[in-house]
């Protein structure tokens, strides 16, 4: 078992300023960075403070500057760093608010701007939906990957736009806004157009790609900007001809004219004397399955 020295660049909220704390903790093959602050949380220094829930690398809470590099502190193995001395400071480009742990407000009020949610003309169906939207696999294609992203915000920690303009949106507003766009479910591809359309949306990003990089799950923020840019220079140029809108899916047929058994009814039994089985256990009552 080896040692490992953590040196944790802490934000103190009463004394408005930094300090530096260090560890020395043993290490095992596949421990984490946050495994690591698990233990000295747990052994050395209760008062350390962080943000994490899933440890699958799902949530996007712990995400953290390691190194010098935006990551998840979860997915980061600490033998892998293939150094001596980790340090660990809350994420670039937010305000923090104690230790580790950086505030995510000015984050979300950006996800707010864009309306990250399907905005259909139909807005009775919306709320009150009695079909499915028809969507071809070509389609759900052009947006899938950008639906990947887990919020983490590591993609804003390596902005040098967002460190400089607090007003620019970002790559992850910018680039959900083009998840929406590029949903064939969605009405409103004009009204994003015009949101993405300005000094702090898409023409702010200086392409450094830095979100991309360290975005753990391969999203690409800089791709979705870029893609962005090309819808509005086609529109400018007049050569945007809109999108293929989806269509509710028709009503199912009725029951007794359909090859198909309904949705939620059981399957024929298939293996014989099943049935008289399942009603003598009372599983079965009414011909359907409790």
Known sequence: MDK??????????????????????????????????????????????????????????????????????????????????????????????????????????????????????DVEEQINPTREYIQSPEEWNLYIQFAMCITCGLCYSACPTTATDPKYLGPQALMNLYRFFADSRDQAEHLRLEIADQVDGVWGCHLATGCSEVCPKGVDPALAIQLLRKELLKRSLKLYRGKKISELAPPLPPRNKSPYRAFGEAPEFTIEKAEEKAREFNILKDDRVR
């Open 4 to 121: 490992v020295r953590f040196k944790l660049r802490r934000w103190d909220p009463e004394r408005k300023t930094y300090q530096t704390s260090e560890y020395e903790i043993p290490v095992r093959r596949g421990m984490t960075v946050l495994d690591g602050l698990i233990w000295i949380k747990e052994n050395i220094d209760r008062t350390v403070s962080y943000r994490a829930s899933c440890r699958m690398g799902l949530c996007g809470s712990c995400g953290m500057v390691i190194n010098g590099k935006p990551m998840l502190a979860c997915e980061t193995q600490i033998l892998h760093l293939e150094s001596n001395n980790v340090t660990v400071e809350p994420l670039y480009n937010y305000e923090p608010i104690k230790d580790l742990v950086a505030d995510f407000h000015q984050f979300f009020e950006k996800q707010r701007t864009i309306k990250p949610y399907l905005i259909r003309e």
